[in-house]
């Protein structure tokens, strides 16, 4: 009888220590106790090496199944909250409340994951600029570039208003690594439009990089690196399922946008789905309307996580983005009165990960990435323009160039911790590019008699091949390691690459074939041939160090030095444009261009003053421009000859030099004072004149002010100098203020779902100006005039 006892009461002790609850609990504002739904919460044990995750849902609420009792530390992040961290013992089932204390200003504490691991941003040493969705969600945001802009040191360059990309400290895209979801996009090219190719409401947040980083990302990054991270659906411990409508609408070009969103998961999975559709009409301004600058774009994004099992964990995310009828409103490589659109601009990409964590107590993580992106420009170009001589009158019709670009990559990465200061990550990463051009031109030639009637009329169609099909293919591999000294007062980061490229091409002529009169020749007379079936391989290496140093927990001094290159691109090596008298001609046999890089800078961190400013000097040597030559050519029929040229070379030297700097701080209660300023010079060394794309000085400052559970209000000045510090083409512009209000309403309740308003007013005193980063890429020589916007946001 007494065995029984015991065996009784020692089941009843293992069923209660082995115990599971379902814990529910709600995440409130401490205030205002407001219910916040997105909040993550996290439960690490202090004793039992178990982990629990949750997001709140839009009534705040959130719940765990078979949770294991214990001492827990409890971790939450929210955008524009502090970071709750806490420790609590849970024995039994208890429904917890969660307090978190709104953060007027940003003091450093948001996760960044650029870098290749996450890491908070004051703890990086480089010039990080960084935009959330909140940032997005306020502005009128007809591209990333839109929003981009307004962050110290970036500026937006435009072919038109859809088609955009950004200047990082006076550096174009061209020397400007741009990725999404950290994976490449246009892979370090010129050609404008690589901030558009995606659907702004999808945007989590935008990382950008200023400076020299090409240990991590390779060539290209020159200029810095900008990293568009877009949204997903999470792992969580209980089971999940929402969604969201967003609208907009914009009336300084009639612009109306949605967007639906479905997300749903638990612990072991995850999917989304999201679909968008926006439509445009031409942009109005203070001094009349853009003609040609419309455009209707669509989007759709999908994705998966699985836990695998216990620390292995496979991702896949694809995303397609459609835009027809873009108008682009011209420039230098449209004269006249030509009239140009995109007919077809799409993205398409997928890529995969696997990630395993935890592997040893040294082996932190390894990580397995793929991708595949397909990128579509096909653009229809009608010249509106007629040559007459006295025999005829040749009319182009239409050309219409079109562009395939294919991007392919793969990357391993391993991180390791040799010590509790330490962190090291090497890694391999390869990817190629393969390009495919075409165009045809479509020309009628009026043949006229001396009394200029029409004696007969000959339809030609002309094909050709812009850029010889061809590949850029990089593999690298790079290491970085992080130590930190002096009780972790002291950072220091090191970090190498090297990289080899293979650039290949297949022979290219002039054109291909004619078409006349409805025959066609696919050996036409006189053909040049432009380049020769070629290959060439190029290694080249970059280096970085950083030195992070806290003098005080709210003040600390950064230097980064850096060396870096690009490879020339595809379009440099290749580019063939006929110009008549003279042609426009690449090089497969240019050399990389080298940086060197060195940034200083200071950061306050007080919870009511946050402040930012860095000095900066880059220097650039073997920079790629075009030079006066010959091209020597040979004809199909082995008939060598000469014209005259502007040939890609290896010939310049510049140096860039600047600050930029940003602050926020809380002057009284709800209010925020704000503002930013920048500076770039930028010469060329070899001819002693000022370099193209080079953005005025120009800042901005304003005051916002937030009312817990009603409403939000920002009021900003916008200032740019004049600059006429011009390269050779270029035109003076003029300084000018802008005026721009905001305000949101803080989250309505309505039955099962919760609503939220952001609206405003850009340009408020319809000025007219002009962005000096678009006189020479196009016709916009003024900027958009005054827009009213709302947007409206529902979860549910």
């Known amino acids: 009888m007494r065995t029984i006892k015991l065996l009784f009461f020692l089941f009843i002790s293992i069923n209660s220590f082995s115990q599971d609850y379902n814990l529910k609990g709600i995440v409130m504002d401490s205030k205002t106790k407001e219910k916040l739904g997105g909040v993550h919460i996290q439960f690490l044990s202090t004793d039992q090496n178990i982990s629990y995750s949750s997001i709140s849902n839009a009534n705040g609420d959130f719940s765990i199944k078979e949770f294991k009792k ?223 600058s419309q455009f209707e774009d669509q989007s759709i994004s999908a994705s998966f996580g699985l836990k695998v099992k216990k620390n292995h964990t496979f991702k896949l995310k694809y995303q397609y983005f459609d835009a027809d009828n873009v108008g682009i409103p011209g420039g230098a490589a449209l004269p006249g009165p030509s009239t140009a659109s995109y007919k077809d601009a799409k993205r398409q990409m997928v890529y995969a990960n696997y990630e395993i964590k935890d592997i040893s107590e040294s082996f932190k993580r390894l990580n397995f990435r793929y991708f595949h992106q397909y990128i579509v420009r096909d653009v229809d170009l009608i010249p509106n323009i007629s040559t007459p001589t006295a025999t005829s009158i040749t009319t182009p019709l239409r050309f219409t160039p079109s562009g395939d670009h294919t991007t392919d990559g793969a990357q391993i990465q391993s991180d390791w911790s040799f010590s509790e200061n330490n962190n090291f990550i090497v890694g391999i990463d390869v990817w190629r590019r393969k390009l495919e051009t075409s165009r045809e031109k479509f020309i009628r030639v009026d043949m006229i008699d001396s009394l200029g009637n029409v004696t007969a009329t000959n339809n030609i169609v002309r094909g050709e091949t812009p850029i010889p099909k061809s590949c850029f293919g990089s593999a690298g591999l790079y290491l970085q390691n992080e130590q930190k000294f002096l009780n972790d007062d002291l950072k220091l980061i090191i970090g190498g690459r090297l990289d080899g490229i293979r650039i290949a091409n297949e022979q290219a002529f002039d054109y291909d074939y004619l078409i006349v009169n409805g025959t066609r020749n696919d050996s036409p007379p006189n053909q040049r041939i432009t380049f020769e079936e070629n290959e060439e391989y190029k290694l080249s290496w970059s280096a970085n160090l950083g030195i992070l140093y806290a003098l005080t927990d709210e003040l600390d001094l950064s230097l980064n030095a850096g060396r870096s290159f690009r490879a020339p691109s595809l379009e440099e090596s290749f580019k063939y444009i006929d110009l008549g008298s003279k042609v426009s001609l690449g090089d497969p046999n240019l050399d990389p261009e080298k940086g060197y890089s060195l940034d200083i800078g200071m950061r306050i961190w007080k919870p009511k003053f946050q402040f930012k400013v860095n000095g900066f000097v880059n220097w650039l040597s073997d920079m790629i421009v075009e030079e006066s030559g010959k091209f020597i050519y040979s004809y199909t029929t082995g008939v060598v000859d000469t014209i005259p040229a502007l040939i890609n070379a290896n010939v310049d030297e510049a140096r860039l030099y600047g600050v930029d700097l940003s602050f926020q701080y809380n002057i009284y209660k709800n209010f925020v004072l704000h503002g930013a300023g920048s500076y770039v010079r930028g010469e060329n060394l070899k001819n002693d004149t000022n370099l193209p794309l080079i953005t005025p000085a120009n800042g901005r400052i304003g005051i916002r002010y937030h009312l817990p559970k009603y409403f939000g209000i920002d009021f900003i000045a916008i200032g740019f100098a004049d600059q006429d510090k011009i390269a050779v083409g270029e035109s003076e512009t003029k300084g000018f203020a802008r005026f721009d209000f905001r305000v949101n309403s803080s989250v309505i309740k309505i039955d099962f779902a919760k609503v939220q308003f952001f609206g405003g007013i850009e340009n408020i005193g319809d000025r007219a100006y002009t962005n000096h980063l678009a006189t020479n890429r196009g016709e916009i020589s003024i900027e958009p005039g005054r827009n009213f916007y709302i947007k409206l946001k529902v979860l549910f």
């Open 70 to 292: 214990g001492e827990y530390k409890i971790q939450t992040s929210y955008i524009a909250y502090k970071n709750y961290d806490t420790t609590q013992l849970i024995d039994s089932e208890v429904n917890l409340e969660i307090l978190i204390e709104q953060q007027i200003i940003n003091i450093g504490e948001v996760i960044v994951s650029s870098l290749r691991t996450n890491q908070k941003i004051r703890e990086v040493s480089l010039p990080l600029e960084l935009v959330d969705e909140r940032q997005i969600e306020l502005a009128s945001s007809f591209t990333a570039s839109d929003v981009l802009q307004q962050e110290p040191g970036v500026a937006m360059a435009r072919d038109g208003v859809w088609a955009t990309g950004i200047n990082i400290r006076g550096l174009n895209q061209q020397r400007i690594v741009m990725l999404v979801d950290g994976n490449r996009i246009e892979t370090a090219t010129d050609l404008m439009a690589s901030m558009s190719f995606f659907d702004v409401d999808d945007i989590e947040r935008i990382e950008v990089i200023k400076g020299a980083s090409s240990s991590l990302y390779g060539t290209g990054a020159m200029g810095g690196i900008v990293n568009v991270i877009t949204k997903d659906a999470y792992f969580n411990s209980s089971s999940y399922f929402n969604g969201s409508f967003n609208t907009g609408y914009n009336s300084v070009n009639e612009m109306f946008t949605r967007k639906l969103t479905f997300k749903s998961g638990s612990k072991r999975w995850y999917a989304s789905i999201s679909g968008s559709m926006r439509d445009a009409e031409n942009v109005n301004t203070p001094e009349g309307i853009i003609p040609n």
